[in-house]
C-alpha cells in the first residue's frame, strides 16, 4: 500500500483534460449506461484492507473485493448515474471506488474529497480511472457533460421505461402486477427510476396501485381500464 499522501489541486489544463475524456466514451440510453466490465479477480495485486474491527477485505487494482476467500459480487445501483456497489452484513454497502482507492491511494481528509471516473464509467474501478477531486473541480469536470449527454440521456430513458410499463400493464391487464415483478422484468432500469415512474402513473390515473406496502417489491398494481 502507498503512504498516505496529501490533496493537490487540479490545474486548469488538467480539468480541460478530464472534461474531454469524458466525451470519448458517452454512454448508452440504457441502464446501466455501460456495459458492467468484468474484474479481473486473477490480478495478484490485492492489499488487506481494515473496513470495521474483525473486518478486513482484499481488494486488488481492477477493482475486486475478496473477502475470506471469496470474490464478492457486485451490483450497478443508481437512479441518475450507476455505482458498483458491495454489501457487507457487518458494515453495509460500499462503492467499490471506495474501497480501491482506499487500499491503494489514501489520503489524508478523504471527508473533502470526492473521487472522479476519468472515463466516466462508474462500473470501471481500475485504480488508473479514478481520481480525487475536490467538489468545485468535480463540478467543472462534469458540468458540461451533464448538460449535453447525460441529462438528456436520463430523460430518454424515463421516457423509454414509462412507455414499456403502459405496455406491459397493457398486456396484462387481467390481473395485478406486484413490485418484484416489475424489477425483475425491467432489470436493465434502476429501481429508483422504476419506482419514480409507477408513482407518476398512479398519479397519472394510468394504474391503480391497489395494495399498499413500505416495500415497493410488495406493493400491487392494475391498470386502470376506465382511465
Not at 26 to 31: D, G, I, R, S, V
Request: with cysteine.
Amino acid at each position: 500500500m502507498t503512504g498516505w499522501k496529501q490533496y493537490h489541486s487540479l490545474s486548469k489544463k488538467e480539468i480541460e483534460l478530464l472534461k474531454k475524456e469524458l466525451f470519448n466514451n458517452k454512454p448508452e440510453t440504457q441502464y446501466p449506461h455501460y456495459k458492467p466490465i468484468k474484474t479481473n479477480s486473477n490480478d495478484n495485486s490485492y492489499e488487506k484492507l481494515e473496513l470495521a474491527p474483525n473486518l478486513i477485505i482484499e481488494v486488488n487494482k481492477f477493482g475486486a473485493v475478496r473477502y475470506k476467500g471469496k470474490i464478492l459480487k457486485q451490483y450497478a445501483t443508481g437512479s441518475f448515474m450507476h455505482v458498483a456497489m458491495i454489501y457487507f452484513e457487518e458494515y453495509g454497502n460500499v462503492p467499490v471506488y471506495e474501497l480501491v482507492k482506499r487500499a491503494f491511494d489514501p489520503i489524508d481528509n478523504r471527508e473533502h474529497y470526492e473521487i472522479h471516473h476519468i472515463n466516466n464509467n462508474a462500473l470501471d474501478n481500475r485504480l488508473e480511472n479514478l481520481i480525487y477531486v475536490t467538489r468545485q473541480e468535480h463540478r467543472l469536470i462534469d458540468e458540461d457533460f451533464n448538460k449535453k449527454v447525460l441529462i438528456p440521456i436520463s430523460k430518454k430513458i424515463t421516457q423509454n421505461n414509462r412507455k414499456d410499463l403502459i405496455n406491459y400493464f397493457n398486456n396484462n391487464s387481467e390481473r395485478s402486477i406486484n413490485g418484484s415483478e416489475l424489477l425483475k422484468v425491467f432489470n436493465n432500469t434502476s429501481f429508483e427510476r422504476i419506482k419514480y415512474n409507477i408513482d407518476k402513473l398512479c398519479k397519472d390515473k394510468n394504474i391503480m396501485r391497489i395494495e399498499n406496502n413500505d416495500l415497493f417489491i410488495f406493493q400491487k398494481f392494475l391498470l386502470n381500464e376506465s382511465r
